[in-house]
């Protein structure tokens, strides 16, 4: 970003500190919870107090989720973090107790008890079409950045499925984005200022060349704040796409070819029944 903000603090990644006061900003304007995009793995070894400022700041702002990054589990037998270690793990009646798993954690402790899977699972095209609200493996359960985030604001989502197909808003335009470094120079306008108020605010990396983009299917490039603000639309308001049944589309597909083979056994010719034979073809 340029302007006053790069001059003052130089280009990305800025300090620790610098993030920890947007964080607190967004909660003095009345946020309902933050989805924190951004993973902390090592101190900062020429800024501790930055390190301090941001650790407090986490303890302090408590509807605030932060990521873990899921490793590829053929590194889970080198890990010592046990699967039971991680807050929020359910685990299915075929777990080991000494399982461990391979993760990045942020390097703060106050952010533990409010962790969620920041992966995604694309289809095998490669395109992201679902998210998983809880991620799934063989023998447990971890609660999601969505999943966090929206039961931290008190949210009930025990209905809603494991994973869920995105509904997205390209009809609707889009979420509305307000530059990070604009809240904190507070250079937003009053109008855009009352947005926060009981808002869910989504802090991801969007400039070019930070933040991570992925193909979905209405969009070739998107970014990752989009993606997770659509899943966590959808887990609050249960807007996910819903898909027919195999069985009733299997009913219906057996209904409509012996519909036309009655049909076409009826030997008749123009009028009501080729008309209908046409329409029913074409449905």
């Given at each position: 970003?340029s302007?006053?903000?790069?001059?003052?603090?130089?280009?990305?990644?800025?300090?620790?500190?610098?993030?920890?006061?947007?964080?607190?900003?967004?909660?003095?304007?009345?946020?309902?919870?933050?989805?924190?995009?951004?993973?902390?793995?090592?101190?900062?070894?020429n800024?501790?107090?930055?390190?301090?400022?941001?650790?407090?700041?986490?303890?302090?702002?408590?509807?605030?989720?932060?990521?873990?990054?899921?490793?590829?589990?053929?590194?889970?037998?080198?890990?010592?973090?046990?699967?039971?270690q991680?807050p929020?793990?359910?685990?299915?009646?075929?777990?080991?107790?000494?399982s461990?798993?391979?993760?990045?954690?942020?390097?703060?402790?106050?952010?533990h008890?409010?962790?969620?899977?920041?992966?995604?699972?694309?289809?095998?095209?490669?395109?992201?079409r679902?998210?998983?609200?809880?991620?799934?493996e063989?023998?447990?359960?971890?609660?999601?950045?969505?999943?966090r985030?929206?039961?931290?604001?008190?949210?009930d989502?025990?209905?809603?499925?494991?994973?869920?197909?995105?509904?997205?808003?390209?009809?609707?335009?889009?979420?509305?984005?307000?530059?990070?470094?604009?809240?904190l120079?507070?250079?937003?306008?009053?109008?855009?200022?009352?947005?926060?108020?009981?808002?869910?605010?989504?802090?991801?990396?969007?400039?070019?060349?930070?933040?991570?983009?992925?193909?979905?299917?209405?969009?070739?490039?998107?970014?990752?704040?989009?993606?997770?603000?659509?899943?966590?639309d959808d887990?609050?308001?249960?807007?996910?796409?819903?898909t027919?049944?195999?069985?009733?589309?299997f009913?219906?597909?057996?209904?409509?070819?012996?519909?036309?083979?009655?049909?076409?056994?009826?030997?008749?010719?123009?009028?009501?029944?080729?008309?209908?034979?046409?329409?029913?073809?074409?449905?």
């Amino acid at each position: 970003m340029s302007g006053p903000w790069s001059e003052k603090h130089g280009r990305w990644p800025w300090s620790r500190d610098v993030l920890a006061d947007g964080l607190q900003k967004f909660n003095d304007l009345g946020a309902q919870a933050v989805l924190f995009n951004v993973l902390f793995s090592d101190p900062d070894k020429n800024n501790p107090d930055a390190d301090a400022a941001m650790d407090v700041t986490a303890q302090m702002n408590r509807a605030t989720a932060f990521p873990l990054i899921r490793l590829n589990p053929k590194n889970d037998n080198q890990s010592l973090l046990k699967v039971t270690q991680i807050p929020g793990a359910e685990l299915k009646k075929e777990h080991v107790a000494e399982s461990t798993i391979a993760v990045i954690l942020p390097m703060f402790g106050s952010m533990h008890d409010r962790l969620g899977v920041a992966n995604q699972k694309p289809d095998a095209d490669g395109i992201v079409r679902k998210y998983p609200l809880r991620w799934e493996e063989s023998t447990f359960f971890l609660p999601s950045m969505v999943q966090r985030t929206a039961e931290l604001a008190g949210a009930d989502l025990t209905q809603e499925p494991n994973q869920m197909s995105l509904n997205w808003r390209n009809k609707q335009g889009r979420y509305n984005r307000i530059s990070f470094s604009d809240v904190l120079l507070d250079n937003i306008k009053p109008e855009q200022t009352s947005v926060f108020k009981n808002a869910f605010v989504v802090l991801s990396l969007s400039a070019p060349g930070l933040g991570q983009t992925k193909p979905t299917s209405v969009m070739s490039v998107e970014d990752d704040g989009e993606i997770l603000a659509t899943a966590l639309d959808d887990a609050l308001h249960s807007s996910y796409l819903r898909t027919m049944p195999n069985v009733v589309a299997f009913l219906i597909n057996l209904l409509t070819i012996w519909t036309l083979v009655w049909m076409s056994l009826k030997q008749k010719t123009g009028g009501f029944m080729n008309k209908a034979f046409v329409l029913v073809q074409s449905g």
